[in-house]
């Protein structure tokens, strides 16, 4: 993808961010955390798209890096008490990074050895892998095991929540274009190629692992269970449904499959009149919303395999 | 010792189970090349298969019995069986030339269409899975007690892992089998019709699958839609283990997951017997990536 004007959609974004983080008192509660969940959506996808549409090495195990920043961010925060605005920001930037910067590690650590692996045996290894980490934070006492941990201060808001994903795909963008990024690519369309005119494969997937999992974080109140395999394969299917290695398709199927659930839950009526939401003209929706998103997630690999919003052709993923 | 020996039978149930659902990856594995992520919720669907089947039957013949047992064991493979082909010619054939990928998204979407359609229809609460089998007496030789259900399991599996050998081996459509996952096209060239044999080893798979539903939920009554993503997660594993596409791979890979994980279940770190088969797993792909018997590949530029 070319990305000319990288810099001035950065700014942008967090600039409107900024702005909206303004009127956030004037939003429906609920709608806002409805943002804040395609805001993390964004991050999630962008970040994850790096490794599967990008480097092309199928990864199932993104929310157990998410499950290692949201966790490390939130134990930071919790050491701290009620701040003023200015302090408490800092320190949410400060755990932020901090989360950022563990789930890279946690990323280096799985990436290293499983990268040697091919195919659909990487796929299945960082499945694993996601699966022991949340085993491994289940079996934590003092991050409240599988009783889950609460978060004491919900510092999330638009600023961050659109400000992080709008330097995720900044740093993704730029990183794809840059001379290391093209390594990316050749790493993806043929991995054999690639080895022969000297570049080591298993560096550049090492490296788009440890960047996919640095964004991975967020959240008021974490439990194991929240990051389990599911979670990994809804990331996985807004990079498929974008198309594969197709950023700005990758933000909308973002939004779209975040948004979608809560649409059709909101037409249903459950949300205003609970309890009757059997006699809600609608009310089938709500019962049968996961099915027919699953239904139309069958539907759109049968007619539209390349992704949802790709509409020129690309390198076809492998 | 007899410790020792009361857990490997615990494991060798319960591993049992797994190697029955692990057969099924494998052997679409084998012939697709693709992870046929759906493969779990069959294996649920077989164990509610059994748990509405089993009122209707005892109208039939009286339940608890061995022959009810095997009526309604039987029943549900042959559902699951026909559900398998079904969805196989729905989902999975139109997209048989496209990238593995999209395949692999279209399997998890009807994973996910199973378990929510299974919510909808059965409801989400777990359920009690009716009594099929008379309750023998727990025999108990030396310390050991066995349990007669354990012993079914081991049985049935035992039986069936002959069956499905017989029929790979020894019979046209197990060699039409072979040939397809061997070199389809030239399979193809050969005047083997690889729509019906593909068809045949879903039916196949997801009989088994349903056979291993019965006995979990022989096992442990408890049944609920989402109940096959655990079990068939790990039976995947145990298939890679193995070396995917390898049908003695996939029984021996069972029996270790379910042996190992029961061992644990044993210590003190009992809560993390879930995460151990993941971990056998990765340590296995570190060693030798194509698992314990399966062939190492050769790849062509």
Redesign the interface.
Known sequence: MKFRHAKTFLLGAIALGFLASLFADKINPYWLFIFYDIGISIVMAVSLNLINGYTGQ?SLGHAGFMAVGAYTSAVITNQFGNLNFLAANGIFAAALLAGGLAAALAGLLVGI??L??R???L???T???G??I???L??MDTVGGARGLSVMHGWTNLFWGFGLAAVTVYVVASLVNSTYGRGFIAVHDDE??AE?IGINPTKYKVTAFVVGALYAHSKQFLTPGGFG?MQS?TF??MV?LGG?GNTVGVILAAILLTLLPEVLRKLSGIEHLPGFAAEHPLGWIG??R??I???L??VL??TR?QGLFSFKKSS??? | MTEFLQQLINGLAFGSILALIALGYTMVYGILRF?NFAHGDIFMLGAFAGFYLAPKIAVVIPLPSIAGAIAVLFLAMLICAALGVVIERL?YR??RK?????V???A???S??LE??G??CFGAAPKRFPDILPGLPITKIGGLSLNSNQLIVLAVTLILLLALRFIVMKTRIGTAMRAVSFNPEAAALMGVNTDIIISFTFALGSALAAAAGILWAVNYPSIDPLMG?LPG?KA??AA?LGG?GNLPGAALGGLIIGVVETFVKGTRWS??A??I???V??LI??VK?SGLLGKKEI?K?
Do not use: H, W
């Open positions: 199928f050895p499983t040697r692996l195919g659909d045996y796929a299945i290894a499945l694993g892998f699966e022991i949340r085993v491994f289940q079996n054999v190629a022969a395999f394969i996985v299917v498929i594969m019962e049968t996961m099915i998103y699953s239904l997630l069958i690999m049968l395999p076809a993923p492998k | 992870i989902a139109p997209l496209r990238p593995k990928l999209t692999l998204i279209t998890i979407g009807v996910l269409f929510y359609a919510q909808f993503i997660l995947f594993v890679v995917i809560t993390c879930d995460a088969a993941f971990a797993l990765i792909l570190l990536p790849e530029v």
